[in-house]
T-cell receptor, first 111, second 113 residues
Framework: GQSLEQPSEVTAVEGAIVQINCTYQTSGFYGLSWYQQHDGGAPTFLSYNALDGLEETGRFSSFLSRSDSYGYLLLQELQMKDSASYFC????????????FGTGTRLTVIP | ETGVTQSPTHLIKTRGQQVTLRCSSQSGHNTVSWYQQALGQGPQFIFQYYREEENGRGNFPPRFSGLQFPNYSSELNVNALELDDSALYLC????????????FGSGTQLSVL
């Protein structure tokens, strides 16, 4: 079967660092993406890892280990506006944007 | 640069009816994907359209169908609505069929009574 596991909820303090983990088990793997979704809003792209290692984009970094079927999203210098749901997603096939999403991690940033 | 727009934003239908949802892709994007997001869940891939043809489909029955037009806009049609079809329907556009970055619209919230 296919599965993506993420923690359902995480709470962190403003200014701190938080890591959201994602483990996957899928029939095909062509990369791991992360999306942010505020309540009532559209999912927005944060990062993509096709190869092992760390990708950094401003306050956000994403890591992938294909041998461990594991990745994480790291958010630094947390701000209140970072309170949202975060989804990891695996591309399952080549030639199509067939993303398999996890159930999401709801991040709450507190003062 | 205009983003992805979807219409309507909200819709209420009764079981057995048919519905059509619309999506305008972001300027310059030729590929449109549709996703269904149930409350508290991640989006689920329905299908993708490129050059007016379906080129990828998720685990959804044939009563879910779509169209893409020459201007790259798209429609999602659902026939014989069921209560479980109640969800947020998201459209995403990308520059190419394997664009790493999908641009999502804010979705259409469909309620089936």
């Amino acid at each position: 079967g296919q599965s993506l596991e993420q923690p359902s909820e995480v709470t962190a303090v403003e200014g701190a660092i938080v890591q959201i983990n994602c483990t996957y088990q899928t029939s095909g793997f062509y990369g791991l993406s992360w999306y942010q979704q505020h309540d009532g809003g559209a999912p927005t792209f944060l990062s993509y890892n096709a190869l092992d290692g760390l990708e950094e984009t401003g306050r956000f970094s994403s890591f992938l280990s294909r041998s461990d079927s594991y990745g994480y999203l790291l958010l630094q210098e947390l701000q209140m506006k970072d309170s949202a749901s975060y989804f990891c997603a695996v591309r399952q096939q080549t030639g199509a944007n067939n993303l398999f999403f996890g159930t999401g991690t709801r991040l709450t940033v507190i003062p | 640069e205009t983003g992805v727009t979807q219409s309507p934003t909200h819709l209420i239908k009764t079981r057995g009816q048919q519905v059509t949802l619309r999506c305008s892709s972001q300027s310059g994007h030729n590929t449109v994907s549709w996703y269904q997001q149930a409350l508290g869940q991640g989006p689920q891939f329905i299908f993708q359209y490129y050059r007016e043809e379906e080129n990828g489909r998720g685990n959804f029955p044939p009563r879910f169908s779509g169209l893409q037009f020459p201007n790259y806009s798209s429609e999602l049609n659902v026939n014989a609505l069921e209560l479980d079809d109640s969800a947020l329907y998201l459209c995403a556009s990308s520059a190419g069929t394997v664009g790493e970055k999908l641009f999502f619209g804010s979705g259409t919230q469909l309620s089936v009574l």
